[in-house]
């Protein structure tokens, strides 16, 4: 898999007005999550429906951890990207999660423990499930 000239693996799209990621591109995010997840103790993997469940199944399998069907304290919670933060930052709060997202805007209300990549970009992204 190819970077674009600015590091990223999201390719614009042919019109400029959004971001593409692969399938390419997620296995590349993801292995960069699961090297820094792999050596901790969690109780399972929860991803929220829809964005952040492909990840969860991914991070599951990878660290032979359980699926979980709800956030259990000491697991991790992953969504595909923190946007506004909005839906990760409760689980931030507590304290009793690890949270994990494949990408990150400059600018989020929540900063995730664990990062696929940055993005200042505010072009809508497009996820491999999505296309």
Known sequence: MSETSNGSVLVPSDDGSKLIMTWEA????????IEHLKDGRYSGVYGF???????????????NLPLLMAPARNCIVCDDI????????????????????????HGTDA?????????????????????
């Open 26 to 33: 997620f296995d590349k995010l993801a292995s960069r999550l």
């Open 49 to 63: 429906p829809r964005g952040g469940l492909v990840l969860a199944v991914k991070l599951s399998h990878a660290l």
């Open 82 to 105: 923190s946007d506004t933060g909005e839906t990760l930052l409760k689980y931030q709060r507590s304290g009793d999660y690890t949270t994990a997202t494949l990408l990150m805007r």
């Open 111 to 131: 900063i995730p423990a664990y990062i696929g990549e940055a993005v200042s970009n505010q072009a809508w992204i497009v996820f491999p499930w999505e296309a």
